[in-house]
């Protein structure tokens, strides 16, 4: 095939291929926020999340952040916004893992704790982006009532999104939102024996 008829085929391609990008993007007309749940085994959950966090700054929207589980050890983006973003609402449960702390009941109280700074977010309108890091393990370990925390982000304000992060999180979360992406492992650096890289890892 020589290279004009080439660039014909790549071209009608290209063309019933934005005709299908710009059709979707048409039927797309409800306006309000949208739930996302990231989800899965593989890195990357968190950095997404915070890169929604980064993207909604940009259009100088409000944000509230809150980590469960995270908080023993500083992270960049911790760093960061504590620094540079001070307009964000950003809360750490502050225990570490559980595999650390080996404290159920500590574990349930600092989660009690978080839940109280975190639900008053997804109840206020003026917030843009919610950003709940690693709430799924608060559902997985029984730490908090499911039923509060769905019916809670399911009835948040209409045109407030909010960001879910975490492995697993079960069926009742996943089917209140609106986007649910799973991240798979394919290979990792720290199973090779490579140690967790600052600004890459944390």
């Not at 409800?30 to 990357?44: M, N, P, Q, S, Y």
């Not at 080996?102 to 917030?127: C, F, G, H, N, Y």
């Not at 982006?129 to 809670?152: G, N, Q, R, W």
């Not at 009835?155 to 009742?172: C, F, I, L, N």
Request: aromatic share 6%; charged share 25%.
């Amino acid at each position: 095939m020589d290279k004009t008829s080439k660039d014909t085929r790549h071209k009608a391609a290209m063309q019933k291929q934005k005709a299908n990008v710009d059709a979707a993007i048409q039927a797309a007309d409800l306006e309000r926020g949208v739930a996302i749940l990231l989800t899965g085994d593989g890195k990357g959950k968190s950095s997404s999340a915070f890169g929604m966090v980064m993207r909604a700054l940009g259009y100088g929207q409000k944000v509230g952040v809150v980590q469960f589980i995270k908080g023993e050890q500083l992270s960049g983006e911790e760093i960061y916004l504590r620094e540079q973003c001070p307009q964000v609402a950003f809360y750490q449960m502050g225990t570490g893992f559980t595999w650390d702390t080996q404290d159920r009941s500590a574990d349930i109280a600092a989660a009690e704790r978080t839940w109280a700074v975190a639900k008053p977010m997804l109840q206020d309108a003026s917030l843009d982006l919610v950003v709940l890091d690693e709430l799924t393990y608060m559902l997985a370990f029984k730490y908090l009532p499911e039923e509060e925390i769905i019916s809670t982000i399911r009835d948040r304000p209409p045109a407030q999104s909010v960001v879910v992060t975490g492995r697993g999180g079960g069926k009742a979360l996943q089917d209140i939102m609106d986007t649910v992406s799973e991240v798979k492992e394919i290979k990792h650096a720290y199973r090779a024996g490579i140690k967790a890289r600052k600004g890459v890892d944390y």
